[in-house]
């Protein structure tokens, strides 16, 4: 493709912005996540045991039928005998100890109370350890009560290189965001730190996304290492959200149009993207950034600082437009408002900031810096 043509199937396409715009955060979550982490410790923590807990307590009120039936003792008694019987705590033993004339169908029944009840108690202690020691479940709910109450939020599916990135981005914007991604252990990390993220279910992408709210969300990235991965993702939330915002990552540019017609809003090669930045980068070290768009095609943007000998020196920004485009002026560290003033010209010092083709960028540089 010539520069300055109208570019391939390659770039992305101009953005359609649909949906509410994602909402920022007023400040962190983490108060709220540890407020919700608080007040759902006891209820999940019942959760956990309640089982067992129906269990023992049938235990015991089976024992002290036994006790009340075969050893004649009135209601309280048989409870505190059966609850020292199971416990293997020993207050009471039945029939004085003499287990040679104990009844064979007490004993039996004796037998298998025991046995479950150790069962039980073995659970009771093994759920107990596991939610107070380690908090997973109290964390986990609190953390889906929260993303069940957040609006305009952008959902980042896929955590494993990209995403990271971009989730943290988006923190340091402060923006609400939600992270899918199916590494137990990256997700594990996350909800540590008090960060709002769902396991993805592989191949169920429409579950992981109800999960990570998308029926209020603002945006969806897609940023899977996989293109198939990024496509399914594309198709399910357009499925779910026909008006959600859809920007996605594609590793071959090849995909750009199958991921439009999948449902994206923009699509993003990374092959392109870094591609063009090494190569330019190769070029001019005054590079900093690239705009892609299906209009005005790949165009580079770039910073120019005017020295003493430059025959720039006196002229109006308009001056430049042979070159490029000047989209801002860099004056003692300002940047200057006034940039289309007629009356404005350039002045040994500034730094210029424009946007163009490479060609043009290149030869620009030359007379900002000639000497």
Do not use: W
């Not at 407020?35 to 049938?58: C, E, N, S, T």
């Not at 990135?165 to 923190?171: C, E, H, I, R």
């Not at 909800?191 to 990570?212: D, M, W």
């Not at 496509?231 to 357009?238: E, F, G, Q, T, V």
């Amino acid at each position: 493709m010539t520069r300055g043509s109208r570019p391939s199937t390659s770039a992305p396409p101009q953005v359609l912005v649909r949906g509410p715009l994602p909402r920022r955060r007023p400040h962190s979550r983490t108060p709220g996540f540890l407020l919700y982490q608080a007040l759902y410790a006891p209820l999940v923590f019942a959760r956990a045991i309640y089982k067992q807990l129906i269990v023992l307590g049938g235990m015991f009120a089976a024992g002290a039928e036994v006790f009340a039936y075969y050893e004649h003792l009135p209601a309280l008694d048989a409870t505190l005998a059966s609850v020292s019987t199971i416990t293997t705590i020993g207050l009471y033993v039945p029939n004085g100890g003499n287990f040679m004339t104990l009844n064979h169908t007490e004993a039996a029944l004796l037998i298998v109370l025991i046995i479950i009840s150790v069962g039980a108690a073995a659970s009771l202690l093994q759920g107990t350890v596991s939610a107070v020691v380690t908090g997973d479940l109290a964390r986990g709910e609190a953390e889906r009560s929260l993303i069940r109450r957040m609006k305009g939020h952008v959902i980042v599916f896929g955590y494993a290189h990209l995403g990271r990135y971009v989730a943290d981005k988006l923190a340091s914007l402060g923006l609400d965001c939600v992270v899918v991604t199916r590494d137990p252990a990256a997700y594990e990390q996350l909800t540590k730190r008090k960060l709002l993220a769902v396991l993805e279910h592989e191949n169920r992408p429409i579950v992981t996304l109800r999960e990570a709210n998308l029926a209020t969300a603002s945006t969806l990235i897609t940023a899977h290492e996989k293109d198939p991965d990024n496509m399914l993702a594309i198709l399910s939330a357009r499925r779910l959200r026909p008006d959600i915002r859809i920007i996605s990552v594609v590793h071959d540019e090849q995909l750009v149009e199958t991921a439009k017609n999948a449902g994206a809003d923009v699509v993003i090669p990374s092959s392109v993207s870094v591609g063009h930045l090494l190569a330019l980068s190769a070029t001019t070290k005054d590079l900093v950034g690239i705009v892609f768009s299906e209009r005005v095609g790949t165009k580079e943007i770039a910073q120019f600082s005017v020295f003493r000998s430059s025959p720039l020196i006196g002229q109006g920004p308009s001056s430049l437009t042979r070159l490029a485009h000047v989209v801002g002026i860099v004056r003692n560290d300002e940047l200057l408002r006034n940039v289309f003033d007629p009356a404005l010209r350039i002045q040994e010092g500034d730094t210029i900031l424009v946007f163009g083709d490479p060609s043009g960028l290149l030869e620009l540089e030359k007379e900002a810096g000639a000497t």
